[in-house]
């Protein structure tokens, strides 16, 4: 239990700092006045993190339950996990600049909008990548996701500075995007290995 809980606190660690390493990026290259433009953004999709989070809780003890149907529960759980994202991400998406320009005004409208319109196609990826990250976890594999975790840090600095150094605050928002698609395909990659080792 200890070793388990501690591979799975080592892998949140690393992933934490991985969502907070591109505002310290930010503020150091662009200057602290520019981050305000990407952390409201950002924030918008922190927050709605809570939603993928809760479903990842309820389908871990659905994978933990039962390997037989354990593909078939896995369509299920993407089917819904996609139409309950496009209803939360779409309407977001679409009205992007009319609501952060009442939010924070229109000086932040226009370019905090571009901004959100990527950091929610990685959300997207992310929230999917909640359902392989749960499988290797029913699986007793919480090394594996830590490990993952702990190889992504470093490619994910370097891809970091060099498009927030090309691109400014939209490659800040590219670069989060493009890692969390790939943390989801290598997930995906692991937890589709491990099931057919089990079957």
Known sequence: MIKFGGWITLSNFISSIMVYTDKFILSNILGANNVAVYAAPSEVVSKMGIVPGAIARVIFPL?????KDSKENS????????VIM???IAPIFIFSEL???FWLGEN??????TLLRILLVGFFFNSLAQIPFSRIQ???KSKLTAYIHIFEVLPYLIILLFFVNSFGLIGAAISWS???IID?????????????DVI
């Open 108 to 113: 932040y409208a226009l370019e905090g909008s």
């Open 138 to 140: 029913a699986f007793g």
């Open 99 to 101: 609501l952060l320009g």
């Open 75 to 82: 369509k299920k759980v993407y089917v819904g996990m996609i």
């Open 86 to 88: 496009f209803v939360l």
């Open 184 to 196: 989801y395909l290598i997930l995906e990659y692991f937890s589709k290995k491990l099931e057919f």
């Open 63 to 67: 994978f933990s339950a039962s390997n």
């Open 178 to 180: 493009l890692r969390v």
